[in-house]
């Protein structure tokens, strides 16, 4: 079963610029979550979807905004970057049990 | 709110020693407990979890306690090899109705050298 994809790996934006992020979970999951991960913050979630919907929010202003596909594929969007969003965002998927899959995270700089 | 406290790292230890890390939690009600590891360059892999007190989860010689007296889940490992070198992360889920989120604590950095 392949695993948690996210795409593209690396980006390289300006402030102002704004960036979409897409992740396509494993097989069957129809819950995504994306966390973002920054030396000085650690991993901080920012939302949960579950089958289109949004089920859950972490404390992110109004610039980070995300959305999820009957395919169950999610899109996180950042509008007007500032340099403190730049970290790995992760995704990760969950089934019918316990485990989260995290994907191998998309490294966002904004220069 | 739900936190999750790890001690500072990072822990420098020789191959074939023993390894301690705390992990100590503060929760409403019975949270799911996981450990995850990353290492260089990639996502996060669980390594353990616990859904109830008193539980041990245990993968690749790693091991961690529920202990609810404590709010504590340390992970342990008898013997480190260099290839454990990485960061890791204490969690725990607090499923909210339906919707769930993971608490992360700041990660601790292993070092294992030869």
């Known amino acids: 079963k392949a695993g948690v994809t996210q795409t593209p790996r690396y980006l390289i934006k300006t402030r102002g610029q704004q960036v979409t992020l897409s992740c396509s979970p494993i097989s069957g999951h129809r819950s995504v979550s994306w966390y973002q991960q920054t030396p000085g913050q650690g991993l901080q979630f920012l939302f949960e979807y579950f089958s289109e919907t949004q089920r859950n929010k972490g404390n992110f202003p109004g610039r980070f905004s995300g959305r999820q596909f009957s395919n169950s594929r999610s899109e996180m969007n950042v509008s007007t970057l500032e340099l403190g969003d730049s970290a790995l965002y992760l995704c990760a998927s969950r089934g019918q049990g316990d485990e989260q899959f995290f994907g191998p995270g998309t490294r966002l700089t904004v220069l | 709110g739900n936190s999750v406290t790890q001690m500072e790292g990072p822990v420098t230890l020789s191959e074939e020693a023993f390894l301690t890390i705390n992990c100590t939690y503060t929760a409403t009600g019975y949270p799911s407990l996981f450990w995850y590891v990353q290492y260089p360059g990639e996502g996060l892999q669980l390594l353990l979890k616990a859904t109830k007190a008193d539980d041990k989860g245990s993968n690749k010689g790693f091991e961690a306690t529920y202990r609810k007296e404590t709010t504590s889940f340390h992970l342990e490992k008898g013997s480190v090899q260099v290839s454990d070198s990485a960061v890791y992360f204490c969690?725990?889920?607090?499923?909210?109705?339906?919707?769930?989120?993971?608490?992360f604590g700041t990660g601790t950095r292993l070092q294992v050298t030869l």
């Open positions: 969690a725990l889920r607090q499923d909210t109705g339906t919707a769930s989120k993971l608490t």
